[in-house]
Structure formats: C-alpha cells, structure tokens
C-alpha cells in the first residue's frame, strides 16, 4: 500500500505525518481519514483551492489534472510547477511526499465568491 508522508505543518500537522494511502482515493480523502484536517470549503467538488497541496515527491505517478482543476491551481496562494489539488489528485501505487501550504485562499469566507 502507497504512504503518504506529510511534511510538517504549524496547524494541521505539527510534527509531519506517514499515513497508509488508499489506492484511487483522494489525497484530501487520505488525510481526512488520518485526522489530518486540510481544509475544503467546496466540500470537495473542485470549486476552491484551500485544499491546496504541494508534491515534493511522486507528483509523477499521479493522473494528470483536468482543465478545471489547473484552472483553479493559477488562483491558489503559493502555486508551484507540482501543485494540486488535493480533492482531486487521487493516489495511485507509488509514495507520495507532501507539503501543505502555510496559508490558503478561501474565497466564500474573504467574501472574493459574491458575484
């Protein structure tokens, strides 16, 4: 079974983390299930990017993100070249090494979701 490991967080994961993955299950799914609370405001429907997450290690072994989610990843708070999100990228067989960003940007609660 794939791990993934959680690099240390301030809030969500003080001293990091090294989880059993379940294969075809999301990231943000895994973590959730391990009492990692990330957070995401769209409960899980790739309409927000506070689920945010950076792959240090086995960004390569994931499917490749749709156009929605690669969309939403331009408007997320430090955005790197192997960023995802987390509700989105499920994990496949291989280890995955995470970092999940200091800040998001939730965009209903600053109130940016008004039209």
Not at 1 to 8: A, E, G
Request: contains cysteine.
């Amino acid at each position: 079974m794939p791990q993934i490991i959680v690099l240390p967080h301030e809030e969500l994961c003080p001293a990091g983390a090294v989880i059993e993955a379940k294969p075809d299950v999301s990231i943000c799914d895994n973590l959730l299930q391990n009492a990692i609370e990330i957070e995401h405001a769209c409960e899980k429907s790739c309409a927000c990017t506070t689920c945010h997450v950076v792959l240090r290690e086995g960004f390569g072994s994931l499917a490749p993100a749709e156009e929605k989610e690669e969309d939403l990843l331009d408007k997320a708070w430090g955005l790197e070249a192997t960023s995802r999100l987390s509700c989105q990228a499920r994990v496949a067989q291989g280890d995955l090494t995470i970092e999940i960003p200091k800040y998001t940007i939730n965009y209903e609660r600053e109130g940016g979701g008004k039209k």
